[in-house]
């Protein structure tokens, strides 16, 4: 069209202007009809088409329109469309409960699978072409005794799924009763009532009593666990029981199924999806809190081993694997921050005579009350190491002075421990004290010295 416009422009009868025109003043003109030439179309479109087109121009444009807005050829049934929908959240859930078996889980499968089958019972023969009303379902005894009896599956599972979280897989006795006096009703009623509300009602009450009995369990979870998905859970459900009774209340008011019933009825539709949101999401939330648990355990487990590896089981102190683990750290502590740091190197004297006349129990035990007194007269701070025998080295962060005080301190408490009066004379105890210089880089030659200073007060003793 523009294309037109520019080329028809100059055989258009227009009145010559008095003076030439300039070639600004052209522009403007070829500008201003393009636009109107443009704005013909988008005009007709606002104009309203006849009612019986007579035009070929007229069935055209009627053609076009339809192309844009084609007539629907597939009527929407939205019972039978959420029926289906609904084996979604049940295959879902049975495909978790094949990587976590857990029994709430596989009732949580069996719920939204009987709650598909309710709806679709409910849309077949709805509204079909023979039917007097479209909007009344016209299903038969078979059809009524299968919603009954999904309705009873239905209400049971649920309550079962919320009972069965981190619990027993058991069947409370009043349910199982209930569940087999409700199954057998609604298969003789079925086939032996005349009127469907004698097998109806007892099942949407069985249905609706476990529905609330599920909140409560969901409510119960959420308190214990705190579980986002299990308040989810505990209101979608509440929120199932409370419409499927008003939509019951609308049944009972308008004597029938009828427009007002399946209105109250679309909002069950919500409150199902945050039932199925809040079940998956408890599925994922256990999984999680299971995996934290089974970390901390493992860190637990972890944190045993590794002080089992660097830890003497009997006299409960640490072994000289540690002291080379720590080594580097503690000199560059040292050398930091200018702390002050001693070697105590401790023996008992006269052990192996102890083993040989007490026994290798008495020995042990002997061990095990100097563990407790180098532990007790120590600070956190401190280490204390079982060397090897009868042996001990205690890394302590004190200046030589304070060091050989302690050392004072450990031989008068040994001395003065209960065993120690039922052992043979002249058991005791030689310290030897070794202040650490701030360039140290080893450990290995200052204990040696230690053990030197040892064997120094070892003799001094004796003589």
């Not at 939205?78 to 889980?105: E, N």
């Not at 100097?370 to 025998?389: H, N, S």
Request: charge should be neutral; hydrophobic fraction near 50%; proline fraction near 5%.
């Amino acid at each position: 069209m523009a294309i037109a416009a520019h080329f028809a422009y100059p055989y258009l009868q227009v009145s010559p202007p008095r003076e030439r025109m300039t070639e600004t003043a052209r522009t403007r003109l070829r500008s201003t009809l393009l636009i109107l030439w443009l704005l013909l179309p988008a005009a007709s479109a606002f104009s309203q088409p006849a009612a019986n087109p007579t035009t070929p121009s007229e069935r055209l444009q009627n053609a076009e329109w339809a192309l844009v807005r084609p007539t629907p050829v597939v009527e929407l049934h939205i019972r039978k469309v959420v029926g289906f929908v609904m084996l979604v959240p049940a295959g879902t859930l049975f495909l978790l409960y094949l990587f976590r078996q857990r029994p709430y889980v596989l009732a949580g499968a069996f719920a939204w699978a009987a709650g598909s089958m309710m709806l679709l019972v409910l849309s077949y023969d709805s509204g079909a072409a023979g039917s007097e009303d479209p909007n009344t379902i016209t299903v038969g005894r078979m059809g009524i005794g299968a919603w009954s009896f999904a309705a009873l599956i239905f209400g049971a599972a649920l309550r079962l799924a919320s009972g069965w979280f981190r619990a027993p897989a058991t069947i409370p006795r009043t349910m199982f009763w209930a569940t087999v006096a409700g199954t057998a009703w609604v298969i003789f009623g079925a086939a032996l009532l005349g009127r469907p509300g004698g097998i109806l009602v007892p099942a949407f009450l069985l249905m609706t009593t476990w529905h609330v009995i599920s909140a409560y369990g969901y409510l119960k979870i959420v308190r214990q666990h705190r579980f986002v998905g299990a308040a989810m859970a505990g209101i979608g459900v509440l929120g199932v029981a409370v419409v499927n009774t008003s939509a019951a209340v609308v049944v009972i008011a308008n004597r029938g199924i009828g427009p007002a019933a399946a209105n109250v009825a679309y909002l069950n539709f919500l409150a199902s999806a945050l039932l199925i949101l809040g079940m998956h999401l408890l599925i994922f939330e256990d999984l999680i809190e299971e995996l934290r648990a089974a970390a901390g355990e493992l860190a637990k487990s972890r944190d045993e081993m590794k002080a089992m590896a660097v830890t003497d089981p009997l006299t409960r102190c640490y072994n000289r694997r540690l002291l080379y683990e720590i080594a580097e750290h503690e000199l560059e502590q040292h050398r930091r921050f200018n702390q002050p740091l001693s070697i105590l190197y401790i023996d008992i004297d006269h052990f192996k005579a102890i083993n040989d006349t007490r026994g290798h129990h008495t020995g042990d035990e002997v061990l095990i009350t100097m563990g407790a007194i180098l532990r007790e007269l120590t600070r956190q701070a401190d280490y204390v190491f079982r060397w090897g025998g009868d042996e001990f080295v205690v890394l302590l962060s004190a200046a030589e002075a304070d060091a050989k005080n302690k050392a004072n301190q450990i031989r008068r408490a040994f001395l003065e421990s209960a065993i120690v009066g039922n052992l043979p004379d002249g058991v005791d105890v030689s310290i030897g004290v070794v202040a650490v210089p701030e360039d140290t880089k080893d450990f290995d030659p200052l204990i040696d010295q230690a053990d030197r200073e040892m064997y120094r007060r070892k003799r001094a003793l004796a003589s």
